[in-house]
């Protein structure tokens, strides 16, 4: 201890002055004391003696402060202001400054701030010029000197709002203290009653704790927010040291429940930084790179996917929530917005311990274009790692790390890292340059000696651009040399410019970019290859931006040599400046003529106030410009992230959130103390992006700028967010107008419509907007828009139906429910003629609401439905046949004259109980009238989607209309329709068959087609077995009646054995055994082939296919139309035939190919009290169809020839029109092939010997063994000759 001073009166103030110390004392003393002879004594300043004013010029009349008792309470010196901030005990606030190089009472000056009387504490920004005073009622006022006339200027205020804190007044009380970052870029705020804030040089918050401090926890008691006695910032700003206040205002430590003296400690929080803070070269880049002391956090984390296969699953533990974008712009180079936009988690590389063992903490940071590579700088040396390969690279030689010291930044330029150094060793500054690829080592570095100290580097193109300490600004050229194995790079001066005219102080320079901006965008037209030279310097003094621009006034050299530095070294103009309070400047040097207003733009963070863009105006088709308009415009604007990064042509901003949370415990009170984890506000930084230019078309319509504003809206028009941009302007105009509370002269809104109705999106946005303000605000829009009603006709025409579904429901809130009811209907319509089931759901639900009146709406589908018409729907869906039927219902299936009537049915009654509601009635009729069309223009796919969606009673209305819309008027046509409909081939002749037509081939198409359909639909029908049958009886008598049917086949035609007969036969077997059980046990995914038909019957060997059954089978294949639509033919004929529409049942049947059907329906004519009429029409369909098939298409005559006994029975039947026996009513009604479970009563019945041809179903197992041996011996003979014939 050299020394102690009795200044006899306690210190207030105690702060350092380059080689003084100075003190303020409680009895309104300042004392200069010297640092290296205190023995010299000391200088004590009366404040009374020290003159204040407003400002400098006016205190020369020297008004003195007039009070007794006034003393300084805190204060700080700023080197750059060369003065004090000092806050007096009554709360007033001012700056002293020197007036000369002599510190005495009449030297010294005062300036007061003349609106704030509360301030409780001081802080002072060097880099910046700023003083933070701290007041009373919680918030910062922060202050600057005006250069011009010295007195105290209004910056920015640091407080929270009450929109965010409701009632943040009695929660925050004074400020207690500020304290500004090392690096100066951010403030950290605290209050007497607890909680912290840090806010950014002009202004954003950044974070405030206040969110989790003052919650309740899950026990109901109220956290304690944490109190702060003092804090400091630690090395670099990555750490807070504070001093709980809570704890140690009790000079006794706790006493704890165990009588243990306890007692906290310091507590340290930890921040990551934007890596542009201390580097902001990287603001020429599209990613977000923050930095910590020992970690980087990037949002490009999956480059690694997009560049290189091999590492597909990069970072995978990020990747469950992340979805792949939805944009694809291949505007990045090639890093797609996916990979900046794709989730919220953050690709975190941390540093190699190696290198932070001796370089600890990271000072800068850097990443190349394309994100895949990262540079960091700690306390000395570099190193540098690919996300790619996940490596690091370290200096080989320790030696070469520890004698470089990194001054000015680095930066990447392709695949090299460029930085400024200065090295130990020769203490000599440098501008170095490695190359990525090489080994870290000097001996592959190119490394050129600077005069002067580097202070801040930047890469723009192939220059490179230094600040140095002496004040001037340097350009070299930067170029890539291939020599040897590993290319160089080298280095040549262009340019120096001296800036020690303009800049008061070196360390002022926040930033120093070069960029391609100009004022004079005419030059662009004639000279379109200047657009991406270096026009101007843009440098960030202070929160100023100046821009220097190159001076083309002079003679314009042209560059006709390969020699460029000519044109390079014109002068600089004189600075301009462009804005105040920047913290951060990003330009781009791509070029993109579709987007040349975002490219060819200056994006600026002005904190607080939000974000500033210097916006190009150009002439439309390259016009001339008007005199009257300027070649730029500054167009400030809001956003509520705070930005860290610019993506230029995509026109988004992407940033980090940090949100403070509760972090509850679930500890009781007593251990809470115990868990320091208690104390610290739990943190979640994540990633985040926002949209903007909806602000910039805003800015530029209130200016009447609204060319300019179509020219950028029409270059962005292809982003995938466009609509939501426009739908954003709308809305937020519209809630400021609509809701405010004085009349606006000259209203925004219309022109904002206008412009928007120079988009298709004009509906859209409309509606979108409507629907989500509130019905209070819907007048207002729509006086701008235009009528509703005429904008859902626009839509209509325009056959956008879902958005003229969103406008019904705004006539449904603004017209009477006559109109609505309208309008639903033409929509109704609409949507049934285009097959939008979902909406007509929602059409028909509506329609019902307004008719009943009622606020609740039914249901858009009716829940039960008539059995057939439930099939259906599922089908349709799942492709599958619901089989769960009551057992009444299945009785009545099978009479034909039950069939005839209505069907019966819970959805039967619910339309005829609902039919007295007009309601009903009228969406019936429309329903109705569209099938009929459906039915008529032959759209049978449509007319089954239709009624299986909607749940139309199609079985009881194909009844009513059976003489009428549902008859078949031409069936060639018919035929052809479903053909093209259903994508069913036509079918073809064999070329092999055409030597032996009868013998052969026509019968063996029949035997092929018969294994194939076992191989596609029979394992259809087993699957849909198992859903719903479950009683043995049922099961059995369907099986009888594929048998019996079978036996029917196999008497009518003759003419030679089906193999079905064979297959279906063990099956049968088993059936009969031990009911369908076996049957049912199959799968969707396992066929019978592979199943039980092999494994029933050992002698029944697997078949043994020739090449030309090979070639056979693959042309069976080729006729076959695809699964689901065979499945669907089947459905539609299982409906006609239960309604009787015969001549729709001969139609499917021909284009099935399957004669089983014929029969069946010719059976139903010789049982049932057929109406002559349908006979003669399908006599006269099935000759037009003969006469066809000759003619056009001879692949149908096979199939026609084998049908040719049943025609021959029909032509009997209609010229003779007898009735049909009556003791046939079972076995016709149903389809073999397509094994309806209802047949299952049939033989059920026969089993009872209910009818006479029980017997031959009966016979039927019993003459199993004899047919299945008279197959095989028969197609073994056909097989034979068949390859004769081929032979």
């Not at 607080?608 to 604007?637: C, E, N, Q, T, Y």
């Not at 043995?1032 to 193999?1059: A, F």
């Not at 297959?1063 to 055994?1073: A, N, V």
Request: net charge negative; proline share 5%.
């Amino acid at each position: 201890m050299k020394k102690v001073l009795d200044l006899q009166a306690s210190i207030t103030s105690l702060q350092s002055m380059l080689e003084d110390l100075l003190v303020a004392t409680a009895d309104g003393f300042l004392h200069l004391i010297h640092w290296d002879g205190m023995t010299n004594g000391r200088k004590a300043i009366n404040l009374c003696t020290v003159p204040f004013s407003v400002d400098l010029q006016s205190s020369r009349a020297g008004s003195l402060m007039g009070f007794e008792d006034v003393y300084i309470r805190d204060m700080e010196y700023c080197a750059t202001l060369d003065g004090f901030a000092v806050v007096f005990n009554d709360g007033r606030v001012g700056f002293i400054t020197p007036m000369s190089s002599r510190f005495t009472a009449e030297q010294l000056h005062g300036v007061w701030a003349q609106d704030v009387v509360d301030g409780t504490c001081v802080a002072v920004n060097n880099k910046y010029r700023l003083m933070a005073f701290g007041c009373a009622n919680g918030s910062v006022q922060v202050y600057t000197i005006d250069t011009t006339t010295g007195a105290m200027q209004f910056s920015h205020k640091l407080e929270l709002t009450p929109k965010q804190y409701p009632d943040i007044w009695n929660k925050t009380g004074p400020v207690k203290l500020i304290r500004w970052s090392p690096d100066s870029c951010v403030v950290m705020v605290t209050w007497e009653c607890g909680g912290l804030s840090l806010w950014s040089v002009f202004g954003a918050q950044l974070i405030c704790t206040l969110g989790g401090d003052f919650a309740y926890q899950s026990d109901g008691a109220k956290k304690d927010p944490l109190k702060i006695r003092s804090m400091t910032w630690g090395s670099e700003g990555y750490h807070l040291w504070v001093i709980d206040g809570s704890s140690s205002s009790n000079m006794k430590p706790e006493r704890n429940a165990n009588n243990e003296a306890q007692q906290f400690g310091i507590l340290q929080f930890q921040f990551i930084k934007s890596a542009l803070t201390v580097n902001p070269c990287m603001s020429n880049q599209e990613q977000v790179l923050l930095q910590g002391e020992d970690r980087l956090y990037l949002n490009c984390g999956d480059a690694a996917q997009t560049q290189s296969p091999r590492n597909t699953l990069a970072h995978s533990e990020h990747n469950h929530t992340r979805e792949r974008g939805p944009f694809s712009d291949g505007s990045l180079d090639s890093q797609g917005l996916s990979t900046l936009l794709g989730h919220r988690h953050w690709h975190v590389v941390q540093i190699h311990s190696t290198y932070l063992e001796s370089n600890w903490p990271i000072r800068f940071s850097a990443i190349d274009k394309l994100g895949q590579n990262v540079a960091v700088v700690g306390k000395f040396g570099f190193a540098h790692y690919s996300l790619l390969t996940k490596k690091w690279k370290l200096f080989g030689n320790i030696t070469q790390e520890q004698t470089m010291m990194v001054t000015g930044g680095l930066a990447w330029w392709n695949d090299f890292i460029v930085l400024a150094c200065y090295n130990l060793n020769d203490h000599q500054e440098e501008l170095r340059i490695y190359l990525r690829t090489s080994n870290l080592d000097n001996a592959f570095a190119h490394i050129t000696k600077v005069q002067a100290n580097t202070l801040l580097l930047s890469v723009f193109r192939d220059i490179v651009i230094l600040f140095r300490a002496d004040c001037s600004i340097c350009l070299y050229s930067i170029e890539r040399r291939s020599e040897g194995l590993n290319p160089t790079a080298s280095i040549q001066i262009l340019q120096e410019v001296s800036m020690s005219r303009y800049i008061p102080h070196p360390f002022l320079v926040v930033s120093v970019t070069l960029t391609s901006v100009r004022t004079e965008t005419g030059i662009t037209l004639k000279m379109p290859q200047q657009a991406c030279e270096a026009e101007s310097i843009m440098l960030n003094l202070a929160g100023q931006l100046i821009m220097l621009q190159r001076d083309r006034s002079g003679p314009q050299i042209r560059d006709k040599d390969n020699n460029p530095n000519q044109r390079k070294h014109l002068p600089f103009c004189a600075p301009v400046v462009l804005a105040q309070s920047v913290e951060n400047v990003w330009t781009t040097c791509r070029i993109n003529k579709q987007k040349r207003h975002l490219l060819e733009a200056l994006w600026l963070s002005c904190g607080g106030a939000g974000m500033k863009v210097w916006l190009p105006l150009f002439p439309r088709d390259h016009r001339k410009p008007h005199s009257f308009l300027s070649r730029r415009i500054m167009l400030p604007f809001h956003i509520n992230i705070y930005p860290l990064a610019v993506l230029f042509e995509d026109a988004l901003v992407l940033g980090a959130v940090n949100d403070t949370v509760l972090y509850d415990c679930l500890y009781t009170q007593t251990s809470a103390r115990e868990h320091l984890e208690v104390l610290f506000p739990f943190s979640i930084v994540e990633r985040t992006s926002q949209i903007y230019l909806h602000h910039i078309l805003r800015q530029l319509l209130v200016r009447n700028l609204g060319e300019q504003a179509l020219l950028l809206a029409h270059s962005c028009a292809t982003l995938p967010y466009f609509p939501h941009v426009l739908e954003l302007m709308l809305h937020e105009v519209l809630e400021e107008e609509a809701t405010s509370r004085e009349p606006i002269p000259d209203p925004l809104l219309p022109t904002v419509a206008k412009f928007i109705t120079e988009f298709p999106l004009f509906l859209q946005t409309v509606v979108h907007c409507a629907r989500k303000t509130e019905y209070a605000l819907w007048n207002y829009l729509f006086a701008a828009v235009g009528n509703p009603k005429d904008l859902f006709e626009e839509c209509l025409m325009a056959q956008d139906l879902d958005t003229a579904a969103s406008y019904l429901i705004i006539l449904q809130n603004m017209e009477v429910p006559a109109v609505s009811r309208q309008h639903a209907t033409l929509l109704f319509n609409t949507a049934l003629e285009q097959g939008k089931w979902d909406l007509c759901r929602h059409m028909i639900r509506f329609l019902k609401a307004i008719g009943s009146g009622e606020t609740e709406t039914p249901p858009a589908t009716p829940t039960t439905q008539e059995p057939s018409s439930s099939s259906g729907f599922e089908f349709f869906r799942h492709r599958s046949i619901s089989l769960s039927q009551s057992a009444e219902n299945l009785h009545s299936k099978f009479n034909l004259t039950k069939t005839l009537s209505m069907p019966s049915g819970p959805s039967g009654k619910r339309w005829s109980k609902d039919s007295d509601c007009a309601e009903n009635m009228y969406i019936d009729m429309m329903l109705w009238r569209h099938a009929r069309r459906l039915l008529e223009e032959i759209k049978l796919k449509d007319l089954g989607c239709f009624a299986a969606q909607l749940g139309f009673e199609l079985i009881g209305w194909l009844c009513k209309e059976r003489a009428r819309a549902a008859r078949v008027e031409d069936f060639v046509c018919a035929l052809k329709k479903l053909h093209k409909d259903f994508l069913w081939p036509f079918p073809v002749i064999p070329a092999s068959s055409i030597n032996s037509p009868f013998k052969n081939g026509k019968y063996k198409t029949a035997v092929g087609e018969q294994l194939l359909k076992s191989q596609s639909t029979d394992t259809f029908v087993n699957m849909e077995m198992d859903t719903g049958i479950s009683n043995t009886p049922r099961s059995r008598s369907w099986l009888g009646t594929i048998s019996s049917s079978q036996r029917e086949i196999d008497t009518v035609s003759s003419h030679g054995p089906h193999m079905q007969d064979a297959f279906l036969s063990p099956l049968l077997s088993k059936g009969d055994e031990c009911s369908i059980g076996s049957a049912t046990d199959l799968t969707e995914t396992s066929s019978m082939v592979d199943g039980d038909w092999t494994m029933v019957d050992e002698n029944f060997s697997s078949l043994s296919l020739t090449q030309s059954e090979l070639e056979q089978l693959s042309l069976e294949l080729a006729s076959k139309g695809p699964h689901k639509s065979q499945v669907q033919l089947r459905y539609l004929l299982h409906i006609f035939m239960e309604a009787g529409c015969l001549d729709w049942c001969v139609v499917i049947g021909l284009i099935l190919r399957e004669s089983s059907v014929i029969n069946q329906v010719f059976s139903i004519m010789q049982s049932s009290d057929i109406d002559g009429e349908i006979c003669q029409n399908i006599k006269t369909g099935l000759d037009a169809v003969d006469k066809w098939a000759s003619t056009d298409c001879p692949g149908y005559k096979p199939f026609l020839s084998i049908i040719k006994p049943q025609i021959q029975k029909l032509n009997e039947i209609v010229e003779e029109q007898v009735q049909p026996e009556a003791f046939q009513p079972v076995n016709p009604s149903k389809v073999p092939e397509q094994a309806n479970p209802r047949a299952e009563e049939s033989r059920t019945s026969s089993s009872h010997g209910t009818n006479p041809q029980s017997d031959a179903g009966s016979s039927n197992a019993s003459r199993h063994e004899e047919d299945k041996t008279k197959t095989e011996d028969e197609d073994s003979f056909q097989e034979g000759s068949y390859d004769c014939v081929v032979s």
